[in-house]
């Protein structure tokens, strides 16, 4: 059950759902989630942090980046129906489809988030 909370608490939080949401999409990297969310970067290392131990995503090496993305092979059966489910849900959001759309217009090259 403690697995279950700590999963519902890590996706309790709007910016941390818009997280999920956004990383539906494509791995990305800390520099680009701060400047889709616009909050500061130790925010969003904060909130990656807790679905990175919240089993939902993973960080690897992406040539000089850093990148997130949604766990590959959870080992959680919660996190694998969750994920599944989140995939349906919210997608007409305002705020999802915003972030969408951003994120598919900028480059990490572009800014300044090398490791």
Partial sequence: MQD???ILKALGDENRLRIVKMLQEHPLC????TDTLGIAQSCVSRHLRLLKDAGLVEDV???QWIVYRLCKKP????????????????NDDSRVVRDRQHIR???????SCRV
């Fill in 4 to 6: 279950l909370v700590r």
């Fill in 30 to 33: 800390v520099c680009e989630v």
């Fill in 61 to 63: 090496r992406d040539g």
């Fill in 75 to 90: 080992d959680n059966v919660y996190v694998t129906k969750l994920l599944r489910n989140l995939a349906q849900w919210v």
């Fill in 105 to 111: 217009k900028i480059s990490r090259e572009q800014l």
